[in-house]
């Protein structure tokens, strides 16, 4: 019998397949069917530092003192749906969640800045979770802030949110940074025991009829795998952390690739979110079955053992090894006559 467990931040799951942040962790009975197909662990939705703020806030009814502008971003966020969530509902949805399943529940918080919003990092940890992830998604769009700004003040709030926690934290990572590696460092040695690979940036689409600015939503496909595929085999082995690929995985065959990467789990959503939801855990099952076939016909006995075997790790100069690989896919395209 292959051997399908792995160990993610320190935790012990029967497979590397885990249910990505997103709203399959809002209803108890779909995420309890979800773990009856055979999901490893399950990341919540995010708890969002505006979410927090917004309410602690209206508490005090000093919504008013804020700048302008603040005020004003407090207004674009959602009066509706998952992310209007308030922060109490949040932590009984973790204490819940964990009470009906058995396999680890991760929560995650999703801020830019430090500050009193971060004590929801101990609140969920109270309320049950197994870790925390913390989403550091934020689109530059200040001429001023210099990149090195923006990292120094990404890693004081990782070291704040790790000080205020003893369970593991994993931090959720864009892919646009101009020195990733360097970066990634950095957040592993403020605290972090595991990077998640990588956020999706959501990107609006204009009506040319209407006038307007779309907020689309696009589910990924396959192809979105290779980007994570990529620093993941770039950086494991060289950071000390776990790596969790998220974004692009479908199938068996990517989890498989994220496994040889250097993952040691799989993130899913789209796959899940795409069709109704009583076609997730049917999904599920096919795709486990799936990867313990693959690992028969090529006598794998473990997913352990497959972990980074097609890392860069023995790669010397891995940087003239991308240029070199860039020069040769270029080298390879044929015009139509
Ligand atoms: C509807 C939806 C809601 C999501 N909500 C969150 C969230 O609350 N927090 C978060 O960190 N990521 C969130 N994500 C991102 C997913 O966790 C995941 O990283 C991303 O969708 C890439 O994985 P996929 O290719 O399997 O979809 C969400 C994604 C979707 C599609």
């Known amino acids: 019998m292959t051997d399908l467990s792995t160990i993610y931040l320190g935790l012990d799951l029967k497979n590397p397949l885990v249910v990505s942040a997103s709203p399959l962790s809002k209803n108890i009975d779909k995420a309890r069917k979800l773990e009856e197909a055979g999901i490893a662990a399950i990341v919540m939705h995010s708890l969002f530092e505006e979410q927090i703020i917004h309410e602690s806030l209206e508490l005090d009814h000093y919504l008013t003192r804020g700048t302008d502008s603040f005020a004003e971003a407090m207004s674009y966020l959602p009066d509706s749906g998952t992310y209007s969530m308030g922060p109490e509902k949040y932590l009984n949805q973790v204490t819940a969640l964990k009470k009906a399943l058995s396999i680890p529940v991760i929560g995650s918080l999703n801020g830019v800045s430090k500050g009193g919003w971060t004590s929801y990092a101990k609140r969920i940890q109270d309320a049950g979770a197994d870790a925390l992830e913390l989403n550091l998604y934020y689109v530059s769009t200040d001429l001023d802030l210099t990149a090195q700004e923006l990292e120094n003040a ?4 990782v070291a704040e949110v790790k000080s205020a926690i003893n369970i593991p934290l994993a931090v959720k990572l864009s892919p646009f940074f101009t020195a990733l590696p360097n970066f990634a460092r950095r957040v ?26 779309v907020p689309s939503l696009d589910l990924s496909t396959s192809a979105d795998l290779r980007l994570p595929l990529r620093w993941i085999s770039i950086l494991q082995g060289k950071i000390n952390a776990d790596f969790a690929l998220t974004s692009g995985v479908h199938n068996s065959n990517d989890i498989l690739k994220a496994m040889m990467a250097g993952a040691k789990v799989s993130m899913m959503a789209s796959e899940l979110l795409w069709g109704a939801a009583a076609l997730a855990p049917q999904r599920i099952i096919e795709i486990l079955s799936h990867i313990q076939q693959w690992m028969e016909e090529h006598e794998y006995t473990s997913i352990k053992q497959m972990q980074g075997s097609m890392s860069q790790k023995s790669v010397k100069d891995p940087a003239a090894f991308e240029r070199a690989n860039y020069m040769k896919v270029l080298n390879s395209f044929r015009e139509l006559p």
């Open 154 to 157: 990404q890693v004081e709030l």
């Open 188 to 213: 592993v040695e403020a605290g972090t025991n595991g990077l998640v690979l990588f956020n999706r940036f959501y990107q609006p689409d204009f009506d040319l009829n209407e006038l307007k600015i």
